[in-house]
């Protein structure tokens, strides 16, 4: 199991990310997973050696809010996931519109 | 009067650069004021395989990711499931585990050593690392049957044990490959015409470099002492080692980092190879992985994520490798604004740049 | 100063033999554990399969009707997993590399005519194996039926049938064995040999 694992709804999401960029904390990597027909998406933070995660669970229509505007640097993991996993995120500070990955198959791919 | 704005592109094919990776520099005369990195050329989906196969031979897949840093994708997503699985692995096998890490930081770093003379032209330089990196090479070979892909991790502790004789035979080869880097040491660190092409060049502040959330020697030669191996995973705990910064921030510094890592993994080595508990080389491995971890370690080039996710069947749900060049793509695009464009090159090898692994 | 320091280093190289070695001309050198290729002895390879089912690239298929094992080499990762899972020890992992090819195909191995021989021996043998399983089988059955017959006759007139029922379950359990020990000898021998026949 995961530690300092923070599970939040959608809506909570960016105001959580906030909290944590408070604490002076980076960001390690967004990931996401598809369990079932929804998709978890797992925020990872470092702070020296500590680490924490934010988890939420969004389904394929939602639009899911970019954390950008507080982490520049993501906009590689959101750019990734919208390739590979067809999530729609919002608002991205370098969108590359599906350009990250050019999959012969649009995302969603099962 | 701002210059009149141009975009060159750089990439995919350039010769400084093994793997593709595409860079738009926006410039204005001579000067970089923008960078625009895209990644997605060697794409393979790796990631989803794992829905695929079998979770014990899934390793051979993740040692397969990238062929430098092999050995630390195998590891990842082995250390990733034994946690799942609660296994303990014998100590014996954490040495020789550490051991094995050791020795391909000690290939990667001084891989790049000769991929950095490359590229700022010193041919002779390169060749004569390269030349010392055979002899990791072969010790890795004799150690595990492979030069490249090892092939000896598994779920629950080797495939093969390594003899002690063997190790033993590591110590006087390890003092060689000490004394050559030191011979070489100078023309990275003291030579005045690498020095005008490496200080200076590419500097992002240690909090900078932090917020952007940088990796591995990119980020400790900004003098941030962030080094996974502290975690004390695998045999890292009970080995003696400092974590090696550089105040420099910049080309130069980050140079310095490597070539005093790579003595440090020397010294690494011998410790474990001193310590080295007797013991058996692998456990029995029972049932399915049901739950999820994340590893966090210090490949060569910086900390790598292994995020694993099971639900107790044949097959797991997900694998995510985050790559330390992933990473510090980011950075690399902060640092290119200002430099000049035939600097760029050289930049981008000191981020040492693995795009097979960041694309997986 | 430090100019001088690698021109120590360029001058020695000058007068030194080449790092390289001139491969074609001279020996490849291997080291002792080198993984090259699989080589499978077909002197002792049994045709059992679990190198087919072990491979993580299907390389090896196993063809039981022509009793060959063929490899892919070009599939092949030089694993060692196959050999690892070899009951018969049969495999083994060569230090030589896999020589170079100018198309993707497959490499057929033929058991030696020995190998078949003692294959088709051991088939034979596990075969009269069955047919005595089964002969014991139809004794223990035919006893089987006696007795019951028996204990029926007994407890004809006066009782019911209810003794009879665990006298037949009885002759079951003591068939059941007979017949699971025959067919466990016959994987061992001759493990899915049977097409073979």
């Not at chain 1, 906030?18 to 998406?41: P, R």
């Amino acid at each position: 199991m995961l530690d300092n694992l923070y599970e939040t709804e959608l809506s909570g999401l960016l105001n959580k990310v906030k909290e944590i960029q408070n604490t002076g904390a980076h960001i390690m990597q967004v990931c996401a997973t598809k369990i079932g027909e929804s998709y978890e998406l797992l925020y990872t933070f470092g702070k020296g050696y500590d680490i924490k995660h934010i988890k939420t669970v969004v389904s394929l229509g939602d639009h899911v809010p970019s954390i950008t505007d507080i982490f520049p640097s993501a906009f590689l993991y959101e750019n990734e996931i919208h390739d590979l996993f067809g999530i729609e995120i919002e608002g991205i500070n370098h969108d590359y519109r599906g350009g990250l990955y050019r999959t012969a198959v649009e995302a969603p791919f099962a | 009067m701002a210059g009149k704005r141009s975009v060159i592109p750089f990439g995919p094919q350039h010769p400084v650069l093994p793997e593709p990776i595409h860079i738009d520099l926006v410039t204005e005369d001579e000067k970089v004021v923008e960078a625009i990195p895209s990644i997605g050329f060697i794409h393979r989906g790796l990631e989803s395989l794992v829905t695929k196969k079998d979770f014990n031979d899934m390793v051979y897949v993740a040692e397969r990711i990238c062929g430098i840093c092999s050995y630390g994708h195998g590891y990842g997503y082995v250390d990733a499931l034994e946690h799942i699985m609660s296994i303990e692995v014998p100590d014996r096998v954490q040495y020789i585990r550490t051991l094995l890490f050791e020795l391909s930081r000690l290939h990667s770093h001084i891989l790049w050593l000769g991929l950095m003379a490359d590229a700022f032209g010193f041919e002779s330089l390169f060749m004569e690392t390269w030349r010392i990196r055979e002899k990791v090479l072969d010790m890795l070979e004799n150690a595990t049957g492979g030069r490249v892909i090892f092939s000896i991790l598994k779920i629950g502790g080797l495939r093969r044990d390594v003899p002690d004789e063997v190790m033993k035979g590591f110590i006087p080869e390890l003092d060689r490959i000490a004394e050559e880097i030191k011979a070489c040491e100078g023309a990275f660190l003291l030579d005045p015409a690498v020095q005008s092409r490496l200080r200076g060049v590419g500097y992002i502040s240690g909090k900078d470099a932090e917020r952007l959330g940088c990796e591995g020697p990119f980020l400790r030669a900004s003098g941030v002492e962030w080094d996974n191996r502290t975690r004390g995973y695998a045999a890292y705990g009970e080995v003696d080692f400092e974590v090696i910064t550089s105040k420099e921030g910049d080309s130069y510094g980050r140079c310095e980092v490597r070539i005093k890592e790579i003595y440090q993994s020397i010294s690494i080595i011998k410790q474990c190879i001193e310590k080295m508990p007797a013991g058996n080389h692998s456990v029995p491995v029972k049932g399915f992985p049901n739950g999820e971890h994340m590893t966090v370690i210090e490949q060569p080039r910086g900390g790598a994520c292994y995020y694993v996710h099971s639900s107790g069947k044949k097959f797991i749900e997900r694998m995510r490798v985050r790559t330390p060049t992933f990473a510090n793509i980011p950075a690399l695009a902060e640092t290119l604004k200002g430099c000049d464009v035939a600097d760029v090159p050289i930049l981008v090898v000191t981020i040492d740049p693995c795009i097979s692994c960041t694309e997986r | 100063m430090s100019f001088a320091n690698f021109t120590k280093i360029e001058l020695k190289n000058l007068f030194k033999k080449p790092a390289t070695e001139k491969y074609p001309d001279g020996p490849a050198t291997y080291k002792e554990v080198t993984r090259g290729h699989v080589v499978n002895d077909m002197d002792v390879c049994v045709l059992c399969g679990l190198c087919q089912m072990r491979c993580p690239t299907g390389a090896i298929t196993i063809d039981k009707k022509k009793q060959t094992w063929s490899i892919r080499p070009f599939s092949c990762i030089q694993c060692r997993c196959c050999v690892e899972n070899c009951p018969k020890k049969s495999l083994s992992m060569a230090k030589e590399y896999t020589e170079p090819d100018v198309a993707k195909g497959q490499r057929d191995f033929d058991l030696t005519d020995r190998q078949k021989e003692v294959l088709a021996e051991q088939a034979r043998q596990a075969a009269e194996r069955a047919a005595q399983a089964m002969e014991a089988r139809k004794k223990a059955a035919a006893a089987q039926n006696a007795n019951t017959a028996a204990g029926a006759g007994a407890a004809a007139t006066a009782e019911s049938k209810a003794p009879a029922a665990p006298a037949s379950e009885k002759g079951q359990a003591a068939a059941a064995p007979s017949e699971g020990s025959g067919s466990a000898g016959d994987n061992k021998e001759t493990p899915g040999n049977r097409d073979s026949e």
